[in-house]
């Protein structure tokens, strides 16, 4: 094992203060560990103006000759990846070092026969077969910047994504299967590419065996590309700083935007951090629950065990089918060892039979994650107690697709860990509280606006085709800091508790959508005139979605209305931004300058209006009362 994985609190201690005392000299040593064709000229260039951030700039690499080929010799027959279907009684599929270094490879070559190039932006919308891990690693290969987009994504997403970045290529599926349902993930690429002229080449993985439309010209089969293409495909030469992939999420305002990691720094900081959170050893077997579509899946399902040497699990079906003991199940099957999953899916098992989870012995169980959003105690107890038996620390894992990786974390056994807690940096992370000034706070016991005064190497570096959106996005805010979108709370022993977000972003079941997004689908329907979306704490989503919408003339049926508005939203962003709530009003609290208070909607949607502040300042009180009585 390399040797910077920290084993006791000492020595965390000591690598954080030298990771603030010499940044550069910390991380450069840890980059040096690496496979490198050039070493970097300098670590570190930034300022968090304009911002500019570079690491390790002047270095030439391949992410996936340290992911796959530098294992080839101590580790070629040992198992990469190992993938388990949404069918139990479908064959799980296993893969060796070596034999997914050949898939990635010769997807490579087929990426390349068709066209593909350096530097080229390829559109990934494929559900979690093992080709979507080695189609990003084939981008990746070949130096194609990735841009994975959710297959939960409606056709519009896609086409907004696909039309921002200017993609040339798209990687999909026939079908998906998603626990007892098969969805047509096809024909969702042919309706979003009626408006995406940058494509000229869609290349179809065979999954459900399903007739699909095949565009002359535009469309090919994957298994018929691949017919004779070679297994060896020499990794492009990337510099640290070229870009690696693109990755869409949304912010408070506007369309979503595309998150841009570079390859160097974010490889280095994949690796540090997936090694040192959950101290993964040799013989681990990994299974990180989230989707590749998400920065989780790049990150900690394949990018970071990978460059580590680790057994990766991927399962393609969801933590209820066949029954609500399938996560478990799966653990027991292949032996794993350390087990990173949601508080949502957390949640969802906790409403169901305790027996679902008892039943299984976990024996193998040693490390337990939790990632996406807050995780309330009763959550952790549940994890910490069925799931661990007590016997396996649990990881509260802060961070962000803009992140990298895991910024705020316990390491497992190896600094505090307190249920509802992130706890403490990783070394090379200086999180700092301000107040609405922007004055740093430095006493304990205290809350405040979470923003970072330093840059770490996986951090974002720019959002694609529009600088200045990052700029204004996280830079602006706080002169000279990196602003998260997150309120915490740092306790009398300065371990930090995440509260959630301050800006106009809701986190539904760990997954972020901006309120203006989906008020701007809502608006989409004919029949609505105006709407205001908030979020509401909800039991297993951690947070939903709460829509108050004024509308033209009053319908005969409201169910029928609000179904129609939930299909709007659907079709413009897809099934994970579905309002939960919908209620109709005749106005929305606004001041006299025009602004919602979303501050009194928020209450409203909280079911708590015994105080709703000032509301002296609004146009027209009486509306207040209106929405009161009218609350859902
Ligand atoms: C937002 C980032 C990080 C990958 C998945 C989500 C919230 C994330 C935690 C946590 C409390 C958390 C924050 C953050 N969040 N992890 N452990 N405790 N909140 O990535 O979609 O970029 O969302 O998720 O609000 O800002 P994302």
Known sequence: MTNYQLKSYEEYQEAYQRSVEDPEGFWGEIADTFTWRKKWDRVLEWNFEEPNVKWFQGGKMNITENCLDRHLKTRGNKLALIWEPNDPKERFIRYTYRELHEKVCQFANVLKKNGAKKGD????????????????????????????????????????????????????????????????????????????????????????????????????????????????????????????????????????????????????????????VFQYQESDIYWCTADIGWVTGHTYLLY???????????????????????????????????????????????????DDVLSYSLDSLKVLGSVGEPINEEAWHWYHTHVGKERCPVVDTWW?????????????????????????????????????????????????????????????????????????????????????GDGAKRDENGLYRIIGRVDDVINVSGHRFGTAEIEEAINHNEHVVESAVVGYPHDVKGQGIYAFVIIKDKPEKEEYLRAEIIETVVEKIGKIARPDKIQIVSGLPKTRSGKIMRRILRKVAEGDTSNLGDTSTLLDPDVVDEIKAGAL
Request: negative net charge; glycine residues 10%.
């Open 304 to 354: 970071g065990p990978l460059l580590s040497g680790a057994t990766t699990l991927m399962f393609e079906g969801v933590p209820t089918y066949p029954d609500n003991g399938r996560f478990w199940q799966v653990c027991d099957k292949f032996g794993v060892t350390i087990f990173y999953t949601a508080p949502t899916a957390i949640r969802s098992l906790m409403a169901g039979d305790i």
């Open 121 to 276: 932006r390829i559109c990934i919308y494929m559900p979690m077969i093992p080709e979507l891990a080695i189609a990003v690693l084939a981008c990746a290969r070949i130096g194609a910047v990735h841009s994975v987009v959710f297959a939960g994504f409606s056709a519009l997403s896609m086409a907004d994504r696909i039309n921002d970045a200017q993609c040339n290529m798209v990687l999909t599926s026939d079908g998906l299967n998603r626990g007892a349902k098969q969805i047509p993930v096809k024909r969702v690429v042919d309706e979003a590419l009626e408006n995406c002229p940058s494509v000229e080449r869609v290349i179809v993985v065979e999954r459900l065996g399903w007739a699909v439309n095949m565009v002359e010209g535009r469309d090919v089969w994957f298994h018929e590309e691949v017919k004779g293409v070679s297994k060896d495909c020499p990794a492009e030469e990337m510099d640290a700083e070229d870009m690696l992939f693109i990755l869409y999420t949304s912010g408070s305002t506007g369309k979503p935007k595309g998150v841009v990691h570079t390859c160097g720094g974010y490889m280095v900081y994949a690796q540090y951090s997936f090694l040192n």
């Open 400 to 484: 962000q697709t803009e992140t990298g990786g895991i910024m705020i974390s316990t390491i497992a056994g190896v600094t505090p860990m307190k249920p509802g807690h992130a706890a403490l940096p990783l070394p090379g992370i200086q999180p700092i509280l301000v107040d609405s000034e922007g004055n740093e706070i430095t006493e304990n016991g205290v809350e405040g606006y979470l923003c970072m005064k330093f840059p770490w190497p996986g951090m974002i570096r720019t959002t694609y085709g529009d600088h200045e959106r990052a700029r204004l996005s996280y830079f602006s805010t706080y002169k000279d800091l990196y602003f998260t």
